[in-house]
């Protein structure tokens, strides 16, 4: 039970939910950015989930770690889409099963 | 003013980095200035430290720079250590070594380029203070770094003209003949902590004199370890054959390196380990025997050479000898003075052979010189005194030291190795004479464009030869035998610190127990022995330009050959070392590894080979069935996790 | 909470709003008359005395415009950007305090709509939202003038928001909260004794102006109105919109422009404090509010004033001086307002 | 009460535009559902007591990360997905099997394990009080803050270099 009165199982049943959508999204779509995209939700879901246990034990690490991971999610996306624009401008696609050099 | 030990093999390993990595482009006058000015100030240097002792009571002086290594129960310093022993050492080492850098500044300028030349001092530099570490060590380990760093430095000088072939191969047999001494000196020092427990030499040399049973048995063992170093630092048979090569190597480093200093550390080590070798007499015995085999042996060589430099070669061999003769039979004080007028003496030598080299234009053999007595007035006059000197003809150096260590062995009762002494020392007399004749006397027998080459060297040059001949001629004042009074042999007085007693009553130092008289007749027997030599070898090469020689050589073709050809001591290694290592490292190769090694790896990487190509089909190169794979993953382990 | 106090609540969250409405159609007629005056031309001077009914006429005008909507937008996206762009301008207005607090009947009131301790978070959290009013505006028109101009509004905005916020942090740093009625507190105290507890603008200069250039981008105002840059662009991201939808975006961009302002004045001119003023008593607190509201009228003029003098900076210009000049800027004023703390004079 | 109908009335909006988001076939139209998910998101933060954390959400995802991949997918012009017609039947079947199997697991572990928190120890502070987050954070987590401040830099030199046209500066 958290201070505010929500249930710890309804945040972590939301986050589970969240991070099965991001996990069908990361696995079922072909666009490399909408896969992408997928990624940052299931990160989200866990961090709800973190946020969730901190504040159901009133700590605030559990910030702390929440506040790291966006931070370098935002790393994360910056690099990542770098690399989409600099894939696209070779290959005119970002459709994942057209991406496929490195295969044997 | 006290300069800090430190600071002695620090200015030349200043200099070594200045010159390596200016001296290339800043040229040779910078080169030149850094160089032998460093040098000279570490002779400065040394020799405040060394005015002290001359008067004082010979107290060491053990100076710590630093810790470095430290593990258990085991710790070694970086510390220097003076006494009368290494003070004399430190003093004519970089004294000489400032000579010759001064003489190659002269020698070096003709012919080599900006590179070349900072290379050179470079080297030089780096052997000064590699050898300042050897002597002022004071610990086993370091005065191994400084053992090390010497054997390297001459390496790279011998193979200085490294795009020669002989030189290079002469560069690698100095060092590979030299890791074989190095082994035996590394594994001698291992039993010297294993004896005692520690690497410093007042405690290792204390508890050997202290307790000398204990240690007996091992200490022999011990010895005889280091001696194998020394054998290999200071060319001692049978590990003697990477000498003469190393002439291949400039002739200004063949005075330093390879007659002056390097190869006499091992006459110092035997000395600085003075107290462990009379602790045990067999390891003595084998020194002394060494010693006078070698110093024979290599006389004999001595008189069949050609090349100018390969006589002086053998006759530093033999020379050596007689210095581990001195050793083996206890009179070290003798031997360390031999190590100091045959520094002069043998350095003059080399340093006017190489005069003669550079007035011939690279010439070396002695068959295509002569007559060059009045065409280079100065270095005869020189060469003569070292070599009179170096016969031992009184007053010069020469006689006072070998009279010292012939007296020596007579007086240990060693009548065979005095013997071969004797004999030694007719033979040196006579292969010098034969030098000189050959080359200063009788008529030029090279071609008459060499002729109008000659001309005496520059002032450079000169000028060490002058002043080494000097010393040559005065040094034996310094040790004079007893029968000039007491007192008169000052240097044993100086020395006497170093020899401290040990608890062994047959390892005391040999009292002078020879009369007057019998000393007066060994200095006459020597002189006559050293006359005869003389006279022979002026009367055959001088005056009848060889002939006499020519004959008896003819008399007997397979001995003359045989010397001629060095006792065919190369080749013996050649069958016994060389081709079984050739063979072995051949089988090594082609079963070995190539067989069986690369066999056994090519077929594994023939079966990750086909594996990988059963399996590379799981390498889809879509990131979706990747993600697929991991999730997969991901639910195994949580259904793990569950059930546990 | 009595019925009361929830009036008094929305009271508080709506009269800076209402102001604003009712302000923001006479901005028009300033920024048009203003634009005369500044260029030798006499504006608009038809309806009403000096054109002063001109604004009524222009509201009129929208209203009776035919709405278009491209056949190939995307509707809904078409039809949710313009109140997107509106709604997060006004939003914003929600935690400047525009006025001191006010004691009536033993009630103690700040004048703010909501005085959250992230105050300036919530800022600029909101602002960072306004960008997709005209994202998607530009990219739900199928319209590639109005694509390019979501595009570069994206870019410019991402941008400038980072030396934006990095210049605010040496205000946060100073007073030592996020709390904005606590960052104008601070400014009323001593400017001749240490601490300084005057306006912010004194010490941190540097990131004023870091801030206040960034405020111009921020609101797509001249000199970095590249997103609608009408000699390259026709009209932007608005190029389709018209009628009401238009009228919409042209209110947000003035409410953007007074709400800047205003976050301007609390964070570098002292909000609604006066050197000599003390709000006491009811007189004393409409005072601060009348103070509060000359400060960002000023200011909103300044854009104006600016808006007619300076001509269109380049694209790369524009990205130049974001990341080279006022980044390393404001990180400098940042380490510098950090050493004035650490000196005590702050 | 009101504050979990708040809770689960935002989680459910966070979910259902996720859904949004993985559905929709145009990227452009999943990064705006992702935006209100998000938004949806930082409000329960806010109910969690991290109202900070809230703030970050909004100003860094929904204000940069997700501006970033509209502007990409602006530049780019990603077009909308269409139906392959061989399709992946493979892929696809593992995949949904994977995913049901996966959150039947969650399930189970959230019921065998999520209920197990540890009673909270001491009293919550207010959670609009930022100053003990602060402390903590250029405390004991300085380290890992300054190597995040690196990494951020990295980021940025990576970015750069690989989005930057060959022979541009």
């Known amino acids: ?104 | 003013m006290t300069v800090a030990l430190w600071v002695v093999p620090a200015l030349p390993f200043a200099g070594f980095l200045l010159c390596l990595l200016l001296g290339s482009r800043l040229g040779k006058s910078f080169v030149s200035t850094v160089g032998a000015g460093s040098v000279g100030l570490a002779t400065v240097a040394a020799w405040t430290r060394l005015v002290p002792y001359l008067t004082g009571d010979g107290t060491p002086v053990v100076e710590k720079v630093a810790p470095w290594i430290a593990a258990g129960n085991f710790s070694v310093d970086v510390s220097f250590r003076l006494d009368p022993l290494s003070a004399l050492m430190v003093s004519f080492v970089t004294f000489v070594g400032f000579l010759i850098h001064v003489y190659s500044i002269g020698y070096m300028s003709h012919d080599e380029t900006d590179a070349g030349y900072a290379r050179y001092f470079s080297y030089l530099n780096l052997f000064l203070f590699a050898m300042l570490v050897l002597v002022l060590a004071n610990n086993f380990l370091l005065l191994f770094v400084g053992w090390e760093g010497v054997g390297l430095c001459s390496y790279l000088l011998i193979g200085y003209y490294y795009e020669k072939e002989y030189a290079a191969d002469a560069g690698k047999k100095a060092f590979i003949v030299n890791r074989i001494g190095d082994f035996g000196f590394l594994l001698g020092t291992f039993g010297v902590f294993g004896l005692f427990g520690t690497l410093d030499f007042d405690s290792v040399f204390s508890r050997a004199a202290a307790d000398p049973a204990r240690f007996a048995p091992g200490l022999t063992l011990v010895c005889l370890l280091l001696f194998v170093g020394a054998m290999g630092k200071s060319a001692q048979v049978p590990l003697h054959v990477w000498l003469p090569d190393a002439m291949a190597g400039p002739t200004p480093v063949s005075a330093l390196i390879h007659a002056a200093t390097m190869v006499t550390a091992g006459v110092y080590m035997v000395t600085r380990c003075n107290v462990l070798f009379r602790l045990a007499p067999e390891a003595m015995f084998a020194v002394a025997v060494v010693g006078g085999v070698t110093a024979i042996f290599a006389a004999v060589i001595a008189i069949a050479q050609n090349d100018i430099k390969k006589v002086l070669a053998y006759s530093t061999v033999s020379q050596l000898g007689y210095m581990f003769l001195a050793c083996g039979v206890g009179a070290y004080v003798a031997g360390m003075f031999h190590v100091l007028t045959h520094a002069f003496f043998k350095a003059c030598l080399f340093l006017g052979s190489g005069a003669v080299i550079h007035a011939l234009g690279g010439e070396q053999d002695m068959r295509r010189m002569g007559g060059l007595g009045r065409r280079l007035p100065l270095t005869y006059t020189t060469f003569l005194v070292a070599t009179l000197a170096l016969a031992g003809i009184p007053p010069l150096a020469g006689f006072f030291s070998k009279d010292a260590i012939l007296t020596g062995v007579f007086a240990a009762h060693r009548p065979i190795l005095f013997g071969l002494g004797l004999v030694t020392a007719g033979l040196t007399a006579f292969y010098m004479f034969r030098l000189v004749s050959l080359t200063f006397a009788g008529d030029f027998r090279g071609t008459p464009e060499a002729a109008a080459h000659v001309h005496e060297a520059p002032p450079t040059m000169t000028l060490p030869l002058v002043i080494l001949a000097f010393l040559s001629a005065i040094a034996g004042f310094l040790g004079l035998p007893e029968v000039f009074g007491e007192g008169a042999n000052r240097i044993a007085a100086f020395l006497a610190p170093v020899f401290p007693r040990v608890g062994l009553a047959a390892a005391e130092p040999p009292a002078h127990s020879l009369p007057a008289a019998t000393e007066w007749l060994l200095m006459g027997t020597s002189v006559a022995v050293a006359a005869v030599g003389i006279l022979l070898a002026w009367t055959w090469y001088a005056k009848r330009a060889g002939r006499p020689a020519a004959r008896v050589a003819a008399s007997l073709p397979a001995l003359y050959r045989l010397v001629a050809e060095k006792f065919r001591i190369d080749e013996l290694y050649d069958v016994l070392f060389v081709r079984p290592f050739v063979w072995l490292a051949r089988m090594l190769w082609k079963v070995v590894d190539v067989l069986i090694i690369d066999g056994v790896l090519n077929a594994g990487a023939f079966l990750v080979e086909l594996t990988g190509d059963a399996l590379r089909f799981l390498q889809t190169g879509n990131v979706r069935n990747y993600a697929l794979t991991f999730l997969l993953g991901i639910v195994a382990l949580l259904l793990i996790v569950l059930a546990g | ?346 | ?169």
Request: proline fraction near 5%; include cysteine; hydrophobic fraction near 60%.
């Open chain 1, 1 to 104: 039970m958290t201070p505010n009165g929500i249930p710890l199982g309804d945040v972590l049943l939301a986050s589970g939910a969240l991070f099965t959508i991001g996990l069908a999204g990361a696995l079922l779509r072909r666009n490399a950015i909408s896969i992408f995209l997928a990624i940052e939700l299931m990160m989200n879901a866990a961090n709800l989930a973190v946020l969730g246990y901190a504040a159901a034990l009133h700590s605030l690490e559990g910030q702390i770690v929440v506040f790291f991971v966006i931070a370098i999610a935002a790393a994360e996306a910056a690099v990542g889409l770098a690399i989409f624009v600099a894939l696209f401008r070779h290959t005119e696609t970002i459709d994942v099963n057209k991406i496929n050099l490195l295969k044997w």
């Open chain 4, 1 to 169: 009460m009101t504050a979990r109908l708040a809770f689960d009335v935002a989680a459910g909006l966070a979910i259902f535009f996720a859904c949004v988001m993985v559905v929709h076939r145009h990227p452009v139209k999943s990064v705006l559902a992702l935006v209100v998910s998000f938004f949806a998101l930082a409000v329960t933060y806010v109910l969690l007591s991290a109202p900070l954390i809230a703030a970050v959400q909004v100003i860094v995802y929904a204000g940069a990360i997700l501006v970033l991949f509209l502007f990409v997918l602006m530049l780019l012009n990603v077009p909308a997905e269409v139906r392959q017609t061989p399709g992946r039947p493979i892929h696809h079947t593992l995949s949904a099997g994977a995913i049901v199997a996966f959150a039947a697991a969650l399930l189970a572990a959230l019921r065998s394990y999520g209920a197990t928190a540890a009673p909270p120890s001491p009293a919550p502070s207010d959670p609009g009080d930022l100053a003990p987050l602060a402390r903590l954070l250029f405390s004991d987590h300085l380290l890992s803050f300054e190597a995040l401040s690196i990494l951020l830099l990295a980021a940025l030199v990576g970015a750069f270099t690989l989005a930057r046209r060959e022979g541009s500066p």
């Open chain 3, 1 to 346: 909470m009595s019925g009361a106090d929830l009036g008094i609540a929305a009271l508080r969250v709506l009269a800076p709003v209402l102001a604003i409405l009712i302000v923001l159609p006479m901005l028009q007629w300033v920024e048009r008359r203003g634009a005369g005056l500044i260029q030798d031309r006499p504006g608009p001077n038809r309806v009403g005395p000096f054109g002063l009914l001109q604004p009524v006429a222009d509201v009129v005008k929208f209203f009776m415009k035919e709405d278009l909507i491209p056949s190939n937008a995307d509707r809904f996206l078409y039809v949710l950007a313009p109140g997107l762009a509106a709604f997060a301008a006004m939003t914003t207005f929600a935690v400047i305090p525009y006025g001191a607090t006010l004691s009536v009947g033993g009630r103690v009131i700040p004048l703010v709509g909501a005085d959250v301790s992230i105050g300036i978070l919530y800022l600029f959290a909101l602002t960072s939202l306004s960008v997709y009013g005209i994202v998607l505006a530009g990219w739900s028109s199928n319209n590639k003038f109005s694509l390019m101009g979501g595009i570069r509004s994206s870019a410019q905005i991402i941008s400038y928001e980072l030396a934006m916020t990095t210049a605010a942090a040496g205000v946060v740093l100073a007073a030592s909260s996020f709390r904005l009625t606590e960052v104008v507190v601070r400014q009323g105290g001593s400017w001749f004794a240490l601490p300084f507890r005057g306006w912010n603008v004194v010490p941190q200069f540097v990131g004023f102006v870091v801030f206040f250039v960034s405020a111009f981008a921020e609101t797509n105002r001249l000199p970095f109105d590249l997103p609608e840059a009408e000699a390259e662009l026709v009209a932007g991201y608005h190029t389709e919109y018209s009628a009401m939808k238009f009228a919409m975006f042209y209110m947000s961009e003035y409410i953007n422009v007074i709400v800047v302002s205003a976050l301007t004045v609390t964070l570098y001119f002292g909000g609604w404090t006066l050197p000599g003023l003390s709000p006491a008593g009811i007189g004393g607190v409409l005072l601060s509010v009348l103070v509060f509201a000359l400060k960002t009228s000023f200011v909103v003029w300044v854009f104006m004033w600016v808006r007619w003098t300076l001509p269109r900076f380049r694209y790369d210009q524009l990205m130049r001086l974001g990341w080279k000049a006022l980044l390393p800027l404001a990180l400098l004023n940042l380490f510098w307002v950090a050493a004035l703390v650490v000196w005590k004079v702050l």
